[in-house]
């Protein structure tokens, strides 16, 4: 797996490229979510679909998740983020929050954050032990493999920034009434450990990179490049998976 090193932020797109390559991806995105859930002709349930979608702060996470699902309807996806757990969910394993929020066949979802954080601001914050962490690998990988055969694709993304353009975008929110809400103290701390981070991130993907559920990473230096590649991997797996799904027999009453 490719390291932050090697991941190109000098990637552009103008603004007439990026319109155009939008729609096309968009359009492609709709018809295949229609598909997939059985709602054009000739098609059935398919797979379910599970887009993780991390990345450092200021990413442009949220820019890239709006411009996914725009084009559905909003019957037809959901939307989680995750942020620290509650006391209750700390009582309990790490993955426990999250299956609750798991699509099933036919069903598109979309995680704002996950089960990395285990990894990555757990491990760097001290909020998990270092057992706890270095065991999480290989339960995430586990538990992402058993996704995937029982008919979930998991398509992971990491959304990848410069340090220089991360302290411009931190500047511009705090600076606007209306996004200033989305900069934290977290935020400011998780940059005094960059390097910490950036070596937990080469770890996480050496670790989690699996032939079922790799991991993508892209450039969010410029946000119209980012979002114009979220929406394009995204369409290239729901075409391989629709391809090889094998749609199971259930009969009339729900049972082959």
Known sequence: M??????????RLTA?????????AQQALLKLRLASAG??????LGPGFLIVV??????GKGGAIRRLVEPLDPRHFTVNSYAKPTFDEKRRHFLWRFWRD???LGEFAVFDRSWYGRVLVERVQGYASNEQWTRAYDEIVHFERSLVLEGVEVIKFWLQISPEEQLRRFNKRKKDPMRAWKLTEEDWRNREHADEYTAAVDDMFSNTDHALAPWT???GEQKRWARVQIVENVVARMERALASFEHPDWGEDGYA
Do not use: F, H, M
Request: glycine residues 8%; negative net charge; contains cysteine.
């Open 2 to 11: 490719n390291q932050l090193a090697d991941c190109d932020l000098s990637a």
């Open 217 to 219: 990473v892209i450039s």
């Open 102 to 104: 798991i699509p099933g």
């Open 39 to 44: 709602l054009v002709k000739n098609s059935s």
């Open 16 to 24: 007439a490229e990026y319109d155009k390559r939008l729609t096309v």
């Open 54 to 59: 991390e990345g450092v702060d200021a990413g």
